[in-house]
């Protein structure tokens, strides 16, 4: 893991290496980009660092706006400058931190419990994460050190269904990589995959942390609602804070339980059509 620019480890990177990934694609080039999007002009270059949430040394990973020379600064945000003057040819360098949730333990597999083998995969459960912990930072948090002045973080983040948004990009992208056949099927077949409205937590790290991404089923409706957990803190800081303090800057980011794209692709082709497809027998099956 590289040290951040202040000597810590706090905002630093994992690099990846051969046989492991330092951080999670979708993080930082998709979910990133559109939780900080909305300004013309702006570029958001994010990359995003795996680790568990609940690590304490250092005091724990968090997201950050590089490019100040405070490390527990705002940029933007009261005597703090902007990183830039304004969005027009501004270029953010943005770090995110993931962990991703999965399901498919032998503890939890019957089967694989049973038989004692841990990679042998029944399909009972799914292969993919369970949800994603992605620590983001906030827009409110982006726009003000992209140079916007008097951003309203009741509008940019509290409000709106920020992760929301996030999730449905991880549908419409997992969607979009289905072969012709498959996705036919699913339309034919499956059972929907929806997004639902951003539900609150508590404002601690702890009640995020163990509050989980939902999957609502309603079989009548042939439907599964997804429904993220956020938690959003204005961008200033309320006390002392930084890595040598060992206390977290809780300011200026957004927190979203996400759906992971792969999930959602393991959906249209599996899980999704538990409900309908198995009832039909093969012969009046249109599609195989």
């Not at 360098?93 to 939890?108: A, C, K, L, R």
């Not at 969607?175 to 995959?193: C, I």
């Amino acid at each position: 893991e590289a040290d951040d620019e202040y000597g810590y480890k706090q905002y630093g990177t994992c690099e990846s290496q051969p046989n492991c990934t330092g951080g999670v694609p979708w993080t930082g080039s998709y979910a990133m980009p559109i939780m900080g999007g909305g300004l013309e002009g702006l570029t958001i270059n994010a990359v995003d660092s795996l680790h568990l949430v609940t690590e304490e040394r250092p005091s724990c990973h968090l997201p950050h706006i590089h490019g100040n020379e405070v490390d527990n600064a705002n940029p933007g945000s009261g005597d703090t400058s902007p990183i830039c003057d304004s969005p027009d040819g501004c270029a953010l360098e943005i770090t995110t931190v993931t962990q991703q949730n999965y399901d498919n333990s032998g503890e939890v597999d019957l089967w694989r419990l049973h038989f004692s083998v841990d990679t042998f995969d029944t399909g009972f459960l799914p292969i993919a994460a369970r949800e994603l912990k992605a620590k983001l930072k906030s827009r409110e948090a982006v726009y003000e050190a992209a140079g916007v002045s008097n951003v309203n973080f009741t509008e940019t983040d509290e409000q709106l269904d920020r992760c929301a948004e996030v999730n449905q990009a991880a549908i419409d992208w997992a969607f979009d990589q289905l072969p012709k056949t498959t996705a036919t099927r699913f339309q034919n077949y499956g059972q929907r995959l929806e997004v639902g409205p951003d539900l609150r937590t508590c404002i601690a790290g702890p009640c995020w942390i163990w509050d989980p991404l939902r999957f609502e089923k309603d079989d009548e409706a042939n439907k599964v609602t997804v429904q993220s957990v956020f938690m959003a803190t204005e961008n200033k800081n309320n006390y002392p804070c930084g890595e040598s303090k060992l206390v977290p800057c809780d300011a200026g980011f957004h927190y979203c339980k996400l759906l992971s794209p792969a999930r959602a692709l393991e959906w249209f082709y599996v899980d999704g059509l538990r409900l309908n497809y198995q009832a039909y027998t093969q012969g009046d099956r249109e599609l195989a």
